[in-house]
């Protein structure tokens, strides 16, 4: 493992073809991505051992587009957390903010980019992990629309919500690296046409000339006054360039990170059952009956996959389901109402990425639920199966990053990226 921030959980060279539109470019992939011959760990030790048969289809794109991955980027373990500490291996470190976590779960993929380890990532988003790290590491980070990338070779743990994305030091080059991934995939029927044959990197203008930005008051009440000054700079910045501002309510977002993690931990309880020693995962021995067998295994599971498993079975058992997980989908329908409406008025909307710095190492460890709710800006994304992109917005406190998250309308990636540039210059 990289002794320099811990960034990668295995550091090995996967060559891609000698030209292509990524040429000489370095790679990291998260380690829930499958690569062909590579261990692809989840950053968990029930898979520590795991060596996949097969390259996910973002991995082909990449090496067929002539980049070069250089390694396995650190993640929190399945995907669950905010910080990047669950992992089995070690936490990563933020490389631009000593002392503080580099966000997650594609705290490695930020932190592979913002050391210069690797000029691109990619990482993997289900409720705000390719934007979260993006905005505490000081990178650009791009959640595409539900269905515009394959997610065929993606270790799942929330299906309906995950995508894969790129992180990048600017926009440009994340939209570059989307064009490359993006597009329709035999092997993943939720995949879409949109983005065959994209060119979001020319989408990088950075003109906003009448673009109409809408700022939900709901996403930015909660957040730190040092965040919202940087937000509310931002904001300034972009009506000077030419776009209105204009304030827009999505009253359903106050139930968003519920209705979110009901979702996900019961799609996760699903998901994660394959990892029983006898398809996946550390064998507990057959002597004596099979539960007992079974139980053994998933002690490998970390103490935070435990407990949303947990949590998402209790969800699903017969008696809860209506009141817990039926709930949470009605919550998410009306999240999606929400943005449509928003939408008919405004081009994009903006909020902070995070309501805060990035935490010191260890605090939101002692208490998973704050670690939970500070994922209120970016999980309404996910539940609305929309596109957005964190970009950097300057720092507080003497050097910690904040992040500017635009949201756009389903398969609107060229309005983001055109707005998210125009921050940029």
């Known amino acids: 493992m990289s002794a320099d921030h811990n960034i990668?959980?295995?550091?090995?060279?996967?060559?891609?073809?000698?030209?292509?539109?990524?040429?000489?470019?370095?790679?990291?992939?998260?380690?829930?991505?499958?690569?062909?011959?590579?261990?692809?760990?989840?950053?968990?030790?029930?898979?520590?051992?795991?060596?996949?048969?097969?390259?996910?289809?973002?991995?082909?794109?990449?090496?067929?587009?002539?980049?070069?991955i250089v390694g396995k980027a650190n993640m929190d373990e399945f995907g669950m957390g905010s910080t990047t500490e669950t992992s089995a291996f070690g936490p990563a470190e933020n490389p631009v903010a000593p002392g503080h976590v580099p966000g997650g779960s594609s705290g490695g993929s930020a932190a592979a980019v913002a050391a210069g380890e690797a000029d691109l990532a990619l990482g993997s988003d289900t409720g705000g992990s390719i934007r979260n790290p993006a905005a505490f590491c000081g990178v650009v980070g791009i959640k595409p629309t539900y269905g515009l990338v394959s997610r065929y070779g993606l270790v799942a743990y929330a299906n309906s919500l995950e995508q894969i994305g790129p992180l990048a030091p600017t926009v440009e080059e994340a939209a570059a690296l989307l064009?490359?991934?993006?597009?329709?995939?035999?092997?993943?029927?939720?995949?879409?046409?949109?983005?065959?044959?994209?060119?979001?990197?020319?989408?990088?203008?950075?003109?906003?000339?009448?673009?109409?930005?809408?700022?939900?008051?709901?996403?930015?009440?909660?957040?730190?006054?040092?965040?919202?000054?940087?937000?509310?700079?931002?904001?300034?910045?972009?009506e000077s360039q030419g776009a209105t501002v204009e304030e827009v309510s999505l009253p359903s977002v106050e139930h968003a990170v519920e209705a979110y993690y009901v979702i996900a931990m019961s799609e996760a309880s699903s998901n994660l059952a394959r990892f029983d020693g006898v398809r996946y995962g550390n064998s507990g021995g057959f002597e004596g009956n099979w539960n007992e067998a079974f139980s053994e295994s998933r002690e490998a599971f970390g103490e935070e996959v435990k407990r949303r498993v947990l949590l998402g079975t209790y969800a699903l058992s017969a008696g809860y389901h209506d009141k817990y997980y039926k709930q949470a989908q009605d919550a998410r329908a009306w999240v999606k109402q929400d943005f449509d409406e928003a939408f008919q008025s405004?081009?994009?909307?903006?909020?902070?990425?995070?309501?805060?710095?990035?935490?010191?190492?260890?605090?939101?460890?002692?208490?998973?639920?704050?670690?939970?709710?500070?994922?209120?800006?970016t999980v309404p994304v996910n539940l609305a199966d929309l596109p957005a992109i964190s970009v950097p917005a300057g720092e507080v406190d003497g050097g910690l990053p904040v992040g500017i998250q635009f949201i756009g309308p389903a398969f609107g990636e060229e309005e983001i990226i055109r707005v998210g540039s125009a921050v940029e210059n």
Do not use: W
């Open 179 to 238: 064009d490359v991934i993006s597009g329709p995939d035999e092997n993943d029927a939720t995949t879409h046409d949109e983005g065959e044959d994209s060119d979001y990197a020319s989408a990088a203008t950075g003109d906003v000339d009448d673009t109409t930005v809408g700022v939900p008051t709901e996403l930015v009440e909660g957040a730190d006054e040092g965040v919202r000054e940087r937000f509310e700079e931002t904001l300034d910045d972009l």
């Open 346 to 377: 405004v081009d994009v909307l903006a909020s902070p990425t995070m309501p805060t710095p990035p935490f010191e190492v260890g605090d939101s460890l002692d208490d998973p639920l704050q670690m939970y709710l500070a994922d209120a800006n």
């Open 8 to 68: 990668f959980i295995t550091e090995e060279t996967i060559e891609g073809e000698s030209d292509g539109p990524l040429a000489d470019r370095t790679v990291a992939v998260k380690d829930n991505i499958s690569t062909e011959g590579v261990r692809t760990t989840c950053a968990s030790d029930m898979l520590a051992d795991y060596v996949p048969p097969y390259d996910a289809t973002v991995v082909e794109k990449l090496t067929d587009a002539g980049a070069t």
